[in-house]
């Protein structure tokens, strides 16, 4: 069985940074592209970040130079540093796991960047 648990969110002041991980369960991780989906209220979800299994990255325009995505295939873990966060960032941060059509989807962490 699939299990992807996300952790690291909360609440943030803009200009700090928070680090959310996602420790993966149940597949052999080093083969899937994992990744990063965000969805804030009244809006569709879009894909923060991914990475392959090859370690190449991709980034949406609107994080690019302030979000690194990094895995650790001996640990099953994939995390996400986020710096210079805004307000615009605030949305509940979902973890994927794919390695064909469909991904397999962790429970969310809620992000919330607030002065």
């Known amino acids: 069985q699939v299990q992807l648990v996300e952790s690291g969110g909360g609440l943030v002041q803009p200009g700090g940074s928070l680090r959310l991980s996602c420790a993966a369960s149940g597949i052999a991780f080093s083969l899937y592209a994992m990744g990063w989906y965000r969805q804030a209220p009244g809006k569709q979800r879009e894909l923060v970040a991914s990475?392959?299994?090859?370690?190449?990255?991709n980034y949406a325009d609107s994080v690019k130079g302030r979000f690194t995505i990094s895995r650790d295939n001996a640990k099953n873990t994939v995390y996400l540093q986020m710096m210079s966060l805004k307000p615009e960032d605030t949305a509940v941060y979902y973890c994927?796991?794919?390695?064909?059509?469909?991904?397999?989807w962790g429970q969310g962490t809620q992000v919330t960047v607030s002065s």
């Open positions: 990475i392959i299994s090859s370690g190449s990255t």
């Open positions: 994927y796991a794919r390695l064909g059509i469909n991904p397999n």
